[in-house]
C-alpha cells in the first residue's frame, strides 16, 4: 500500500461504524485467513509453555481498559485509569508521547487538540501550527513543543461529547497525567489491593519522536527499570503500531512485548520510513507471525483481523489469526469494543441511535468463542460481565 493511501494516525483515533465497515471489507479482500478458526479454548496458555511469563497470571479473557475507563470519563486521567481499576479491568491502558523536555505523558496522540482545553490558553496561541506525523499534515497544539510543567496547566477534556454528552460533567477535572504518576499510582493501588496493577503500554509515533531527538524507548525502559517493570514476569504489556519500537524494547527490557496490527493494506509507519514494503496483510501470514514471535509474546489485531465483517457491516466467519498466532505462543489483545452502536457490527446495533448501546453482550460471545487472550474496551464493566460469563459458559 503506498504512503498516500495509508490512514492518518487522527482516523484511527476513534473508528466509526463506517469505518469499521471499510476495514472489514478491506480484511476480507486481503484473505488474511478467512478459514474458520477453531473455537479457543479460553485457557492463558493455550500453547502450553510457548506463551509464559508474565500473563499467565491473568485472566482469560483479559479484560483491557482502552485509555482507562474512556466510555465514562475523559480518557487518559487519572480519573479515568481509577474508575477502570474500581470497576475491576484487569489491565489498564497508557498511550505514551513525550513533552519538549523528555517526559513521557498519556496521550493518544501528541496533538492535544481534542482532548485538553488548550484552545482555551491564549497564552499557548502562537504554538498552534501545522505537522507531518507520520506522513499526515495535522494542525493543532502538540506535546512536543509543550514542557511537562505547562502541560500541567492545561487540563483534560472529553474527546467525543457528541457520542458521550455525561462524560462532559468531567471536563476540567484532571490533568494530563505524566507515565511517572501512573506508575506511583499504580504502585500505590497495588500495595493497598494487595495485587499488583497490570498496565499495557503503548509507544505512539516512535519514529516520528526518535527523529526530534525524542525517542521514546530509553525513557520508557528507564521508567520501567526504576518501577520494577522491567522483567519477563513484570505486570505490564508493552505495545506499538511500529514494529521496531518494540525489537528496540526487546533490546533494553524483558517487558512482555504486543506488536499492534491495523488494517491489513496498513504499512506501519517505520516499515514506509525505512523501505520495507511489507503491510499487516504480510505480518499476519505464518511467515509475519513466526518473525513476529522471533521478539514480542503477543498481537494486538484489530478486531476485525479476528472476524472481518461483510460489505453489510455483519460479522462473518473468524478467521486463523487466534490458531495461528497460538500456535507460535503469541498471545491476542484486539481492540477495541465499545458499547455504542456507532461501534458495534450491524448485527449488535439496537434502534436507531447510533450513540445508544447496542447489544455489546452479543459481540463480546462472539469475539470471545475464537478464544482470544483478552481486549481492549472503553466500557470495562460489561466486558468484564462478558468476561465472566464466558468463563463459566
Ligand atoms: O493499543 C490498542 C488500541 O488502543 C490501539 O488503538 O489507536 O486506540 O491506540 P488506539
Ligand atoms: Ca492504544
Not at 211 to 225: C, I, N, S, T, V
Not at 239 to 267: G, K
Request: proline fraction near 7%; charge should be positive.
Amino acid at each position: 500500500m503506498t504512503q498516500g493511501a495509508r490512514r492518518s494516525p487522527a482516523r484511527r483515533t476513534v473508528l466509526g461504524a463506517a469505518a469499521l465497515t471499510t476495514a472489514a471489507a478491506a480484511a476480507s479482500a486481503a484473505g488474511a485467513g478467512t478459514a474458520a478458526a477453531a473455537p479457543g479454548t479460553g485457557t492463558a496458555t493455550g500453547a502450553e509453555g510457548a506463551r509464559g511469563g508474565a500473563h499467565r497470571g491473568l485472566p482469560v479473557p483479559a479484560v483491557i481498559a482502552h485509555r482507562g475507563a474512556s466510555g465514562y470519563r475523559p480518557e487518559h486521567t487519572l480519573g479515568s485509569y481509577q474508575l477502570a481499576l474500581d470497576m475491576g479491568a484487569h489491565v489498564i491502558e497508557q498511550d505514551l508521547v513525550p513533552t519538549r523536555d523528555g517526559h513521557l505523558v498519556c496521550r493518544h496522540e501528541n496533538d492535544i487538540s481534542a482532548t485538553t482545553d488548550v484552545a482555551d490558553h491564549p497564552e499557548f496561541a502562537s504554538r498552534r501550527t501545522t505537522k507531518t506525523v507520520d506522513g499526515q499534515a495535522l494542525t493543532g497544539w502538540f506535546t512536543e513543543d509543550f514542557t511537562l510543567a505547562e502541560l500541567k496547566t492545561l487540563r483534560a477534556k472529553e474527546r467525543i461529547p457528541g457520542t458521550r454528552p455525561h462524560n462532559t460533567l468531567y471536563d476540567g477535572r484532571w490533568t494530563v497525567p505524566s507515565f511517572e504518576e501512573v506508575l506511583r499510582w499504580a504502585e500505590k493501588e497495588g500495595r493497598r489491593r494487595g495485587h499488583p496493577v497490570w498496565l499495557h503500554v503503548e509507544t505512539k509515533h516512535p519514529t516520528y519522536f526518535r527523529k526530534l531527538g525524542l525517542g521514546l524507548e530509553e525513557r520508557l525502559a528507564r521508567l520501567l527499570r526504576r518501577y520494577g517493570r522491567h522483567r519477563a514476569d513484570s505486570p505490564t504489556f508493552l505495545q506499538s503500531f511500529e514494529p521496531t519500537s518494540m525489537q528496540r524494547m526487546a533490546r533494553l527490557v524483558a517487558t512482555p512485548r504486543v506488536v499492534l496490527l491495523w488494517t491489513p493494506d496498513d504499512r506501519p509507519y517505520d516499515f514506509v520510513d525505512a523501505g520495507d514494503p511489507r503491510t499487516v496483510a504480510d505480518l499476519v501470514t505464518p511467515r509475519g507471525l513466526d518473525w513476529i514471535a522471533s521478539y514480542a509474546q503477543g498481537i494486538g489485531p484489530l478486531l476485525d483481523l479476528v472476524i472481518p465483517k461483510g460489505p453489510d457491516g455483519r460479522l462473518g466467519e473468524p478467521t486463523t489469526l487466534v490458531r495461528d498466532a497460538h500456535a507460535r505462543g503469541l498471545v491476542l489483545h484486539p481492540y477495541t469494543l465499545r458499547n455504542e452502536n456507532t461501534f458495534l457490527p450491524a448485527d449488535f446495533r439496537r434502534g436507531t441511535d447510533p450513540h445508544a448501546y447496542g447489544d455489546v453482550f452479543g459481540a463480546y460471545r462472539a469475539y470471545f468463542a475464537t478464544g482470544i487472550d483478552g481486549i481492549f474496551t472503553d466500557q470495562p464493566d460489561t466486558g468484564l460481565l462478558a468476561a465472566a460469563d464466558h468463563r463459566g459458559r
